[in-house]
C-alpha cells in the first residue's frame, strides 16, 4: 500500500548513518552514563522526566555493539549502592516505624526494578539467556534479599519485629495486619526458601516455646473443659493468623505446634484430670466439652485411641458394677433397663459429641459385649425385661414405639455371646404369656420374633414360632369342639385346651393329679374327639400350667369369681363335700406334688385379701401338720378375685442350675453335628483346626468350650464317625 | 392360587429430533484489512511518532497490545506516558512505516522492498528493526 505520495531520493542520507555504526571507544561508557544516571532517577523518583525511547534504544545499542556485559555489571553494581544507601535508611528508622520504612523501600524498589526490567527489556531476551546472566527482575529481588533482608543490622531486627508484633497480637492487642501481610508476602516474593528460612521456622520455634509455657500455665489453673476451649481458641487464632497476613503453607506447621504443645503433650494429664477430666465429661453428659476434645485430640497423633481407651475402661468398670451388683440383680427389668439407658446416653454421646465415629461405636459395642457377659444371668434377664414389655410394658404403645424398645432390646441381644440359654428361658417366658393370655399384642409378639430370626436364623427360632401355630390350631380346635359337640356337653363346666407340640414347648413331665369329677368327664370328651379326628396321636395333660375360673358363694351369702391356678381348682372342689380338711387328707384326694401343693396352699390361705381358705393353726408357712377350712368370713370389694400362684420372677439357684444344665445337654449334639460336617467336606483335619472351626460356626449361638469340643471328638471316634490318623495322633479322618 | 402378571412395555421415546442445519454463517475474517485501515486513514489517533522529520499518527492500545515495548513506553511511568508527541532518534521514516504496518496489518510476509523505494543497503536494517519488535513480543 502506497500513501500515494511522490517517490522521493534519499541516496544522500546513506552516509550519515554508516558513519554512526562505528565503534566509538568512548560511546560505550557515553551511553552507560546516560543510562546509570536513569536508573538513580528511577530509585529518586524523577521517571516523569526520563525518555523512554532514548533509554529502550541507549541499552539497545549497547547490546547490539557488544557491550551487554558492561551493561549488566554496570546495573548490577548500581542497583547494590543503591540499596546499600536503602539500607542505611531503613536501619536508622525508629522503633515501630522500622517495618513501615522497610515496606515503602520494598515497594519503591519494585516499582524502580518494573522500570528498569521494561528499559532493559532487549538485554534480559538477548544477552541475558546467552550469557547466563540472572534476569533483570530476578536480578533485582536477589540483591533486595542479600543487602536489605540478610542485612545483619536488618535481619535479626526484622525477625524479631515480626515475632514481637505476633506474641502482642496473641496477648490481645491490636497490631497492624496489613502491614505484616505486606512484609511477609515481601518474604515470599523473595523465594520460599526465604520465607522459611529467614521467618517461618524462627516464628515456629517461638511459638512453640510460647505454648509449651502457656500449657503449662493453662494445665494448672483450669480444668479440663476450660483448658480445650482455650487451646481450641489458640488454634483457631493461629489458623486466623495465616489467613490474615502468613502464607497459607504456614497453617500446617503452626498448627502442628499447637497440637503438639498443647494437645499432645498434655493429653493423658487432660483425660484424667482430677473432677473435670474424660470420665466427669462421660457421667456429666458434657456434649460440647466432649466434642471438643474430640476434634482436638483428632489432630494429634494417638489422640482419638487415648479417649477410646479410657471411655472403654470407664464403660467396663460401671458396666461391670452394673452387672455384679446384688442390688441391681434383684429385678430384672430394672437391671436390663438400666443398661439400655447406659447405651442411649453412649450412643448419644457418640452421635452428638464424637461424630458417630466408627471406632467409638465399636469400643461401645465392644465394652458392652464385655460386661453383659459377666454375669451369667444376663440372658436370662433380657428375657425377663421381654416378658415385662410384652405382658404390660408395650400397653397402649403405638407399632412404632414397640418397634424402638425391641430394636433396642435387640442391641443387648447382640452382645450375649451365649444366644441359646436367651432361647432357653424366652420359650419359657414365651409360653406363659401364651398359655395365659397376657401378651399385649400378636404383632409385637412376632415382630420380636422377625428380630431374632434376623439375627440367628431360621433355626433359632423354628420352635418359637411352632408355639404361635400351635396356640392357633388350638382355638381352631376348640371352636370346632364346641361346634360339634355342644349337645353332648350341655351345662357342664366349659373347656379350653392348649394342644401343645412336644419338642416346641419347655414343658416338664409332670405327674397327673386327680381332676373332679366334673372336669374329668368334660376332658374326656375332648380326649375322644381329638383322638379320632388324629390317628395316632398321644394327648398327655399338663395340669402345673393350667388356669380355672370358678364362681363360690361364702358364709353370708356373697358371691365371687375366683381365677385361680388348676391345682388349686382341684384342692378347692374338695370343700363343696367337707368343711375342713387335713394337709394330708387333700395331698390324698388331689395327688398334686408337694412342693406345687405347698405354694398352692399358701396362695389360698396366706394372701391376706385372698384367703378363701382358713388354716389352722395360723402361721405364714404350710406343714403337713395343718388343717384348712372353708373361709365363711372371706370377703373382698371386688366381684372378680384373682389368687395368683406364688411364682418366683426369676429362677431360684436349683432352677438356674437345671436349666444351665438342659443348655450344656443340648449343646453337645450341636457340637457333634458342626464337627461331623466339618470333617465331612474336610476328610483330614487336624485338632486345632477343628476345634477353630466349629467354635466359628457355633459362636452365633454360643462360644463352645474346647474341653467340650474335644470330648465330643472322642464321643465320636467311639461311634466310629472319626478316627485318628494311624502316624500323626492330632489328625482325625473321616470315616463314610 | 392366583397369580398376577405386570406387564410393563419399556419403547424407545418418541420426540423428534430438531433438524440440524441452522448454523449461523460467519463471515472470514478482515481484522488485519480494518486494521491497516485504521493506520491509513488516521482516525482517532492518540500519539504521534516523529521519526526523520516525519510524522506517524497512531494508537497507543494497538501498539500496547502488539509490543511490549511500546507498551512500556507508552503506559509506563516515564514522559512518553503522557505525551502526545514522541521522538524517535536513530531511525529511517521508511523504516518506521514498514515497523507499523507490521503492528497494525501482522502479516508474515516482510513488506515489498518496492516500497518507498527504500534501497538495497537499507533492507538490512529493517530485518533486523522488524526482528527485534517481534523478539520483544
Redesign the interface.
Known amino acids: 500500500m502506497s500513501s500515494g505520495g511522490p517517490p522521493r531520493k534519499r541516496n544522500f542520507k546513506i552516509e550519515a548513518f554508516k558513519n554512526r555504526v562505528d565503534l566509538d571507544p568512548k560511546y560505550a561508557e557515553r551511553t552507560w552514563k546516560v543510562l546509570e544516571h536513569a536508573i538513580h532517577e528511577i530509585y529518586n523518583r524523577n521517571a516523569s522526566g526520563l525518555s523512554f525511547e532514548e533509554l529502550y534504544r541507549s541499552a539497545y545499542n549497547m547490546v547490539l555493539h557488544k557491550y551487554g556485559e558492561k551493561l549488566y555489571d554496570g546495573l548490577q553494581s548500581t542497583m547494590t549502592w543503591r540499596l546499600k544507601e536503602i539500607s542505611k535508611s531503613i536501619e536508622a528508622a525508629q522503633g515501630g516505624l522500622f517495618l513501615e520504612e522497610l515496606n515503602a523501600k520494598w515497594m519503591d524498589h519494585n516499582k524502580a526494578l518494573q522500570m528498569i526490567r521494561d528499559i532493559l527489556m532487549y538485554m534480559d531476551r538477548t544477552y541475558v539467556p546467552t550469557s547466563h546472566r540472572t534476569p533483570v527482575h530476578e536480578l533485582g529481588l536477589n540483591l533486595w534479599r542479600d543487602h536489605i533482608i540478610h542485612s545483619p543490622m536488618i535481619h535479626s531486627r526484622l525477625v524479631n519485629t515480626l515475632l514481637d508484633l505476633i506474641k502482642r497480637e496473641r496477648m490481645g492487642e491490636v497490631i497492624n495486619r496489613g502491614l505484616m501481610r505486606s512484609i511477609t508476602k515481601m518474604l515470599m516474593d523473595l523465594g520460599p526458601a526465604v520465607y522459611q528460612d529467614d521467618f517461618e521456622k524462627p516464628f515456629l520455634d517461638v511459638s512453640a516455646r510460647f505454648y509449651s509455657v502457656e500449657s503449662q500455665e493453662f494445665i494448672v489453673c483450669c480444668d479440663c473443659g476450660n483448658y480445650l476451649k482455650k487451646a481450641e481458641r489458640r488454634l483457631n487464632e493461629e489458623m486466623e493468623r495465616v489467613s490474615h497476613y502468613l502464607d497459607a503453607g504456614s497453617e500446617a506447621k503452626i498448627t502442628s505446634v499447637v497440637e503438639k504443645e498443647m494437645i499432645a503433650n498434655h493429653m493423658h494429664r487432660l483425660v484424667h484430670m482430677e473432677n473435670s477430666g474424660l470420665v466427669n465429661m462421660l457421667v456429666d453428659d458434657q456434649y460440647k466439652d466432649l466434642g471438643r476434645m474430640y476434634s482436638l485430640f483428632r489432630r494429634v497423633p494417638d489422640g482419638l485411641s487415648t479417649i477410646r481407651d479410657v471411655m472403654t475402661s470407664y464403660l467396663r468398670e460401671t458396666g461391670k458394677q452394673l452387672v455384679i451388683d446384688p442390688e441391681s440383680l434383684k429385678d430384672p427389668v430394672e437391671f436390663v433397663q438400666r443398661l439400655l439407658n447406659e447405651k442411649d446416653k453412649h450412643d448419644k454421646i457418640i452421635s452428638v459429641a464424637f461424630g458417630n465415629d466408627k471406632t467409638f461405636q465399636n469400643a461401645l459395642n465392644s465394652s458392652f459385649e464385655y460386661f453383659l457377659n459377666l454375669n451369667s444371668r444376663s440372658p436370662e434377664f433380657i428375657s425377663l425385661y421381654v416378658d415385662d414389655k410384652l405382658r404390660k410394658g408395650l400397653k397402649g404403645a403405638t407399632e412404632e414405639d414397640v418397634e424402638v424398645i425391641l430394636d433396642k432390646v435387640m442391641m443387648l441381644f447382640r452382645y450375649l455371646q451365649e444366644k441359646d440359654v436367651f432361647e432357653k428361658y424366652y420359650k419359657q417366658h414365651l409360653a406363659k404369656r401364651l398359655l395365659s393370655s397376657k401378651t399385649v399384642s400378636d404383632d409385637a409378639e412376632r415382630s420380636m420374633i422377625v428380630k431374632l430370626k434376623t439375627e440367628c436364623g431360621y433355626q433359632f427360632t423354628s420352635k418359637l414360632e411352632g408355639m404361635f401355630t400351635d396356640m392357633k390350631t388350638s382355638q381352631d380346635t376348640m371352636q370346632d369342639f364346641y361346634a360339634k359337640k355342644s349337645e353332648e356337653l350341655g351345662d357342664g363346666p366349659t373347656l379350653d385346651v392348649h394342644i401343645l407340640t412336644t419338642g416346641s414347648w419347655p414343658t416338664q413331665p409332670s405327674p397327673p393329679c386327680n381332676l373332679p369329677t366334673e372336669i374329668l368327664t368334660v376332658c374326656e370328651k375332648f380326649r375322644a374327639y381329638y383322638l379320632g379326628t388324629h390317628n395316632g396321636r398321644r394327648l398327655t395333660w399338663q395340669t402345673n400350667m393350667g388356669t380355672a375360673d370358678i364362681k363360690a358363694t361364702f358364709g353370708k351369702g356373697q358371691k365371687h369369681e375366683l381365677n385361680v391356678s388348676t391345682y388349686q381348682m382341684c384342692v378347692l372342689m374338695l370343700f363343696n363335700n367337707a368343711d375342713g380338711l387335713t394337709y394330708k387328707d387333700i395331698e390324698r384326694d388331689t395327688e398334686i406334688p408337694a412342693s406345687d401343693l405347698k405354694r398352692c396352699l399358701q396362695s389360698l390361705a396366706c394372701v391376706k385379701g385372698k384367703n378363701v381358705l382358713r388354716k389352722e393353726p395360723m402361721s405364714k408357712d404350710i406343714s403337713e401338720d395343718d388343717t384348712f377350712y372353708f373361709n365363711d368370713k372371706f370377703t373382698s370389694k371386688l366381684v372378680k378375685v384373682k389368687i395368683g400362684t406364688v411364682v418366683a420372677q426369676k429362677e431360684s439357684e436349683p432352677e438356674k442350675q437345671e436349666t444351665r444344665q438342659r443348655v450344656e445337654e443340648d449343646r453337645k449334639p450341636q457340637i457333634e453335628a458342626a464337627i461331623v460336617r466339618i470333617m465331612k467336606s474336610r476328610r483330614v483335619l487336624d485338632h486345632n483346626s477343628i476345634v477353630a472351626e466349629v467354635t466359628k460356626q457355633l459362636q452365633a449361638r454360643f462360644l463352645p468350650n474346647p474341653v467340650v469340643i474335644k470330648k465330643r471328638i472322642e464321643s465320636l471316634i467311639e461311634r466310629e464317625f472319626l478316627e485318628r490318623d494311624k502316624v500323626d495322633r492330632k489328625l482325625y479322618r473321616y470315616l463314610a | 392360587m392366583i397369580i398376577q402378571c405386570d406387564l410393563t412395555v419399556v419403547r424407545d421415546p418418541e420426540l423428534c429430533k430438531t433438524k440440524g442445519g441452522f448454523e449461523i454463517q460467519v463471515p472470514p475474517s478482515d481484522l488485519a484489512e480494518q486494521f ?1 485501515k485504521l493506520l ?1 486513514e488516521e482516525e482517532e489517533t492518540d500519539v504521534v511518532f516523529s521519526v526523520g522529520g516525519e510524522t506517524f499518527p497512531a494508537h497507543k492500545v494497538v501498539l500496547a497490545a502488539r509490543s ?2 511500546f507498551k ?2 507508552l503506559y ?7 505525551a502526545r508527541r ?5 531511525m ?1 521514516p ?1 523504516v518506521f512505516r514498514a515497523l507499523l ?1 507490521f503492528i497494525y496489518i501482522y502479516t508474515d510476509a516482510l513488506p515489498v522492498i518496492g ?3 527504500i ?1 538495497d ?2 533492507y538490512d536494517e529493517i530485518i533486523r528493526h522488524l526482528l ?1 519488535a517481534a ?2 513480543r
Open positions: 491497516g491509513l511490549p515495548v512500556a513506553q509506563g511511568n516515564m514522559k512518553e506516558a503522557k514522541v521522538a524517535v532518534e536513530d529511517q521508511g504496518k516500497d518507498d523505494n534501497c543497503d537499507d527485534v523478539a520483544c
